[in-house]
């Protein structure tokens, strides 16, 4: 059976997870901090798979072993960034080599990370079909006169994106090339979990 446009447009558009950070300011891995009963990393990852995009790669790298547990349930790509503790840079180029790997003609990926508890599917696909009326090879979340993640890559910033060093991550070639950005707005997008006061915001209900 061919298939259908739907389903080609979400094999378009794989999405990058990342969670390979030793959360050092929090003093306990962030990625297992419960969240509406679930971890955030779950939380996170459930909200990728509701997008029915694909593949979704999820990276981890301090406490891979623990945190791989968490989510073995779920439908996920996990690989393991040895060199995590370079920054984020590592960590998006060991997921996009491994998308590239699945899917050799991907057109686009969404880059997202794990503690930012109130992403959406919604907003994921937002980036899909803000990208697919603009002319813009980057669509990014908006906040707070912000822009950073999830933020969707077509193909013509792989290479950018390969080549990130550091912890600089891909704002980096956002704030660089401000021309290839549209954007996206994300309610309370600026919001994400680094410390304990933090997380317990969050869990009081508190918008920060």
Same mark, same amino acid.
């Given at each position: 059976?061919?298939?259908?446009?739907?389903?080609?447009?979400?094999?378009?558009?794989?999405?990058?997870?990342?969670?390979?950070?030793?959360?050092?300011?929090?003093?306990?891995?962030?990625?297992?901090?419960?969240?509406?009963?679930?971890?955030?990393?779950?939380?996170?990852?459930?909200?990728?798979?509701?997008?029915?995009?694909?593949?979704?790669?999820?990276?981890?790298?301090?406490?891979?072993?623990?945190?791989?547990?968490?989510?073995?349930?779920?439908?996920?790509?996990? +690989?393991?960034?040895?060199? @995590?503790?370079?920054?984020?840079?590592?960590?998006?180029?060991?997921?996009?080599?491994?998308?590239?790997?699945?899917?050799?003609?991907?057109?686009?990926?969404?880059?997202?990370?794990?503690?930012?508890?109130?992403?959406?599917?919604?907003?994921?696909?937002?980036? +899909?079909?803000?990208?697919?009326?603009?002319?813009?090879?980057?669509?990014?979340?908006?906040?707070?006169?912000?822009?950073?993640?999830?933020?969707?890559?077509?193909?013509?910033?792989?290479?950018?994106?390969?080549?990130?060093?550091?912890?600089?991550?891909?704002?980096?070639?956002?704030?660089?090339?401000?021309? @290839?950005?549209?954007?996206?707005?994300?309610?309370?997008?600026?919001?994400?979990?680094?410390?304990?006061?933090?997380?317990?915001?969050?869990?009081?209900?508190?918008?920060?």
């Amino acid at each position: 059976m061919p298939p259908t446009e739907e389903n080609s447009l979400l094999n378009s558009y794989g999405i990058i997870l990342l969670a390979a950070g030793q959360s050092a300011r929090l003093g306990k891995p962030k990625q297992l901090l419960n969240y509406k009963g679930k971890t955030l990393l779950e939380y996170s990852l459930q909200v990728a798979i509701e997008t029915q995009l694909q593949p979704i790669v999820t990276v981890l790298g301090a406490n891979a072993d623990l945190l791989k547990k968490s989510i073995d349930h779920l439908s996920t790509k996990v +690989v393991i960034n040895q060199q @995590w503790s370079e920054g984020m840079a590592s960590s998006i180029r060991c997921g996009m080599e491994e998308l590239i790997r699945i899917n050799p003609t991907i057109e686009g990926v969404i880059i997202m990370v794990c503690d930012q508890p109130y992403v959406t599917a919604k907003l994921l696909t937002d980036l +899909v079909e803000k990208y697919n009326y603009s002319l813009k090879p980057i669509v990014a979340s908006s906040y707070k006169n912000n822009i950073g993640t999830p933020a969707l890559f077509d193909k013509t910033i792989f290479a950018s994106l390969l080549s990130l060093k550091g912890d600089s991550g891909a704002k980096k070639i956002m704030k660089s090339n401000p021309d @290839w950005v549209e954007t996206v707005n994300f309610l309370f997008g600026e919001i994400d979990i680094d410390t304990t006061g933090d997380y317990d915001l969050l869990i009081k209900g508190s918008k920060f």
